[in-house]
């Protein structure tokens, strides 16, 4: 059955040495190395990566410092909770809100290894396999293919493999699996579940639909930043691309919000493992169509991931601003009120525009949780 998926999973013990060598062997490795891991030499990091002969330890000895490197440089604090709603011999579903391109799932595989949990495979976009040093660190790190565009034909067939490489993955290998909730990031603070993702989960297998999703035991995540990921970025996306007009991405812009999330100061960082969807709830759902169960279990993913969300004294400062007033002004100082609007100041440096509408948008980003959280509270 694995050779069925074969262009879309992740590499096997089979793979992976070639991987590493060619890796290893990359023009880039040298300039890769010094962004990554600037206190070894291509020497060292080249021995490691030749010793190398699985997934798990391509994770444990590349990706796991990797991550630890970006902690350090870039955030104050990393917290968690929720890990007491996993059972470490079961497999999950995860699927979390999409804040950060790479982070997001990044730091999720960092908690899981860090408590002893197993670390899962993990939605690989074919738009950023750009080169064959890419595919390899991607594929090494249990990244599997998610193929984006092509004809509605095209569309379908992808979506319906798709659906049955996760259902394979999680039933039958054995192993979980991190997707976020909708194509794209979250770009102006609003997390809002796909329903079209929950009806490509069911693609493979509709006979009973509350039991097609909990048979993947769907577990909802909320990822939360101090600071925004990428929100300068976000911001001039949402500005060039409001009333209706169709924002052309750069070439290596996935790059570029790629590296910015990486290198960008994030403060504190925090992960919610939400409780995971019980088939009674799923079975409690009304529906008269497909798309109406689809849209509930959307819904019911929304509302855990905006239960289990962290607001942060950004957040608050963000809608006090935006509102005129101080109602949460218990959740921040005075001082970190200034350095939120030192940060907006040069927001209005870097993009050229209405001051008006780029106020609105920027402080939405940070504003709109205030409220989701506020309208999902239990």
Known sequence: METCFDDLRP???????????RIADSEYLPVVI????????TGEIRNTLLNIRTTDEFQSRIMYPFNQEIMRKSANAFTCDGLEHLDPAKRYLFISNHRDIMLDSALLQMLFYMHGFRTTEITFGSNLMHSQLVIDIG??????????????????????RLSEYIRHTVTQKKESVWIA????????????????????????DSSDLPRSIHELHPVPVAVSYQIESCDILKTKELYLSRNGRKYVKQPDEDLTSILTGITQPKGNIHISI???????????????????????????????????????????????????????????????????????????????????????????????PVDNCEKNRP
Do not use: W
Request: hydrophobic share 30%; net charge positive.
């Open 181 to 204: 909730q909708r194509n794209g990031r979250t770009k102006d603070g609003n997390d809002i579940t796909d329903q079209g993702i929950i009806k490509m989960f069911c693609m493979s």
């Open 274 to 368: 939400c409780a995971p969807l019980r088939e009674e709830e799923l079975r409690a759902i009304r529906y008269q169509s497909p798309n109406e169960f689809h849209k509930s279990v959307a819904s019911l993913i929304d509302r855990r991931i905006y239960h289990g969300y962290k607001l942060h004294n950004n957040n608050y400062i963000a809608h006090d601003i935006r509102s005129g007033q101080d109602t949460y002004a218990a959740h921040y100082t005075s001082e970190e009120k200034a350095g939120f609007l030192a940060r907006y100041e040069q927001m209005l440096q870097q993009i050229q525009g209405d001051e008006s509408v780029l106020r609105s948008i920027f402080l939405g980003i940070y504003a709109n």
């Open 34 to 41: 010094a962004f990554i891991f600037p206190e070894k030499t």
């Open 11 to 21: 590499y096997d013990q089979t793979e992976v040495a070639t991987a590493m060598q």
């Open 139 to 160: 594929k090494s790190n249990k990244m599997f293919t998610v193929f984006r565009g092509g004809s509605p034909r095209d569309f379908y067939r992808n979506s319906m």
